[in-house]
């Protein structure tokens, strides 16, 4: 067993989604409204301290899973749990709350993070929108922010157009951590950055995860990285949850096709017998 | 084997604000073999896109090539002017760009822009140019060539119109490609048909290509060759097979094992930490190896001057002191 999960004592998932549909409607060349189908009931849960991947190619309705789960969508139908609480029942102000316990980390922070603001006025950003604490504690707060994800205190006059891509991405860590968050959404994080620096985000995340028992959804295209950092591994393939199980079980006994073919054109460091081309 | 492209010693620099030129490329010397794929490794800042832009002369104004020379078919492009610059790029050496979204004309049929290209070049006679484009696609495409010929870029998936880019590439029967990142922004299963594409058009058409990336990856059993850099220098140089499953450079080792090896492995691997390299790249370069900053094995020697590229065995060479 992963360590994560024998850190776990609490047997309630932290999320709970069932059937999750969800609709968006378009104007086709006609001018007629037409359903395209980008969730069609999708139903999991997230343990808490643990991480559930998500893969599938574009198109596949993953990233649209993520903002519903975000709250940033709603469902078309299909209800979701939070703490065992329905997301669907919730008053305004415990959406609010529930808002900062959920965080979003996007693929590229060059266009996630306001390039006019610096670091510092971007960590603490959240905290006065929650109206959490008085400006003093919230510069003490930045700092201890940016120890975590190690990036060196000079870092908070400067604005992310000044950083290295690894530097931006911690600092979006950094800002989604902000407001102790239980569920971090990962969209495709670490998909922009060089292989060095993936690395050492993916061990900052992991690292993160132990001592601040985050849950991870880690939405991504990139099963090898998938099957590194997650217990259990969601397969979507246009909207539907073809398959979903433990990352053993997805890596060793693939039952849907669209699994086998994510698995079969996983680019490897070991040179293939038989390379895709040649089948 | 003779080279279809060599290039000897170069150097590039850009100018920035205050006038301190910021070096690109130090010293970058490789023979590039007919019908071979030369695989080109590195991460940001190693001057791997500044590589395929000076193959062609098709660097930023504030960029200076300080030193070297790029031979091809007899001439040293470095050299040359744009009236035979002209007759080279496109049609000799083709080069595909990273986003076919924004390489394609937005408002231009798939087939008209590739027509448009046999046009300049003036390769194909006027009578004969659709009938050119037709087989041109049908070379690309295995299917549906006659819809996509037809369709505008935003008709079209990411894979079909990185397609229409190397229907472009080869219009012109060029004996040199240079993919800089071509598959950089589709799928996983996408990016393998591409490749097999590639591999197919490399044996069809006899082609030398210079694939850039930035995924090891992707390399294995795809690339004859493998070329790393790091800093703008060579790092590593050797038959694919040979650099990736045992790689001689410290900068190389590092970050081959820096890529998660998830789907090879058992349970108790994953989820633990990857081994990665410590620090970040820094584009003030040192007087000594680039590399030395960041590397677990340097020595005393390494800060003083930048070791050369040395042979470790006959097709393999690595810049690093302890081969010296």
């Known amino acids: 067993m992963n360590r994560a999960l024998n850190d776990n004592h609490d047997l309630h998932p932290i999320l709970k989604v069932e059937n999750l549909v969800k609709q968006y409607s378009r104007r086709n060349l006609a001018s007629e409204r037409e359903g395209v189908l980008a969730l069609a009931g999708i139903s999991f849960a997230i343990m808490p301290r643990t991480t559930v991947a998500v893969i599938g190619e574009s198109g596949s309705g993953k990233s649209t899973l993520g903002l519903c789960v975000a709250s940033l969508e709603s469902p078309t139908s299909g209800r979701i749990w939070f703490e065992g609480k329905d997301v669907g029942e919730l008053s305004q102000n415990e959406r609010r709350q529930l808002r900062s316990q959920i965080q979003l980390i996007f693929q590229d922070p060059a266009n996630s993070l306001n390039p006019r603001w610096n670091s510092l006025e971007l960590l603490i950003e959240p905290l006065v929108l929650q109206r959490k604490i008085n400006r003093d504690e919230m510069k003490r707060h930045a700092h201890s922010l940016l120890e975590q994800v190690g990036l060196p205190p000079e870092i908070l006059e400067r604005s992310p157009m000044e950083m290295s891509g690894g530097q931006r991405q911690r600092l979006a860590i950094a800002r989604a951590l902000a407001l102790d968050p239980k569920l971090v959404i990962l969209d495709e994080a670490l998909s922009a950055l060089d292989c060095s620096v993936q690395a050492q985000i993916a061990n900052l995340l992991m690292e993160l995860q132990i001592n601040l028992g985050i849950s991870y959804l880690f939405i991504t295209h990139d099963l090898a990285m998938a099957a590194h950092l997650a217990s259990e591994i969601l397969v979507l393939d246009r909207g539907m949850l073809v398959e979903q199980g433990t990352t053993e079980k997805i890596l060793r006994q693939p039952h849907d096709e669209t699994t086998r073919r994510l698995l079969q054109s996983t680019p490897r460091m070991i040179r293939p017998a038989h390379p895709v081309w040649e089948r | ?324």
């Open chain 2, 1 to 324: 084997m003779a080279p279809v492209l060599e290039v000897q010693d170069l150097s590039v620099s850009y100018r920035r604000a205050g006038d301190i030129p910021q070096p690109a490329l130090a010293g970058v010397s490789f023979e590039l073999m007919q019908g071979e794929i030369l695989g080109v490794l590195g991460e940001s800042g190693s001057g791997k896109s500044t590589l395929a832009m000076t193959l062609l002369r098709l660097l930023a104004p504030n960029a200076n090539v300080t030193k070297g020379a790029v031979l091809f078919e007899g001439k040293d492009l470095l050299q040359s002017n744009s009236e035979e610059l002209r007759k080279v790029r496109g049609r000799r050496i083709a080069l595909i760009f990273q986003e076919p979204v924004l390489a394609l004309h937005p408002t231009m049929r798939a087939g008209e822009q590739v027509r448009q290209l046999l046009l300049a070049h003036n390769s194909v006679p006027q009578l004969s140019l659709n009938e050119e484009v037709r087989q041109i696609f049908d070379k690309i495409f295995l299917q549906d060539a006659e819809r996509i010929l037809r369709s505008y870029p935003h008709q079209l998936s990411g894979g079909q119109r990185q397609r229409v880019l190397i229907a472009q590439a080869i219009a012109c029967n060029p004996s040199v490609i240079i993919a800089d990142e071509s598959t950089a922004s589709l799928d996983p299963t996408i990016t393998m048909e591409i490749l097999g594409l590639f591999q197919r058009l490399k044996t069809q058409l006899n082609l030398a290509m210079i694939f850039i990336t930035h995924n090891p990856a992707l390399l294995a059993g795809f690339a004859d060759r493998v070329m790393i850099l790091y800093g703008g220098r060579v790092a590593e140089l050797g038959p694919a097979d040979a650099v990736l499953a045992s790689p001689r450079h410290p900068y190389t080792q590092a970050l081959f094992q820096a890529v998660p090896q998830s789907l090879d492995e058992d349970e108790q691997t994953r989820m633990e930490k990857l081994p990665s390299i410590a620090g970040e790249y820094s584009s003030s370069l040192p007087e000594g190896c680039c590399f030395e900053p960041r590397c677990a094995e340097r020595m005393a020697v390494c800060s003083g001057h930048a070791p050369a590229l040395t042979k470790v065995n006959q097709a393999h060479s690595a810049a690093c002191f302890k081969y010296e």
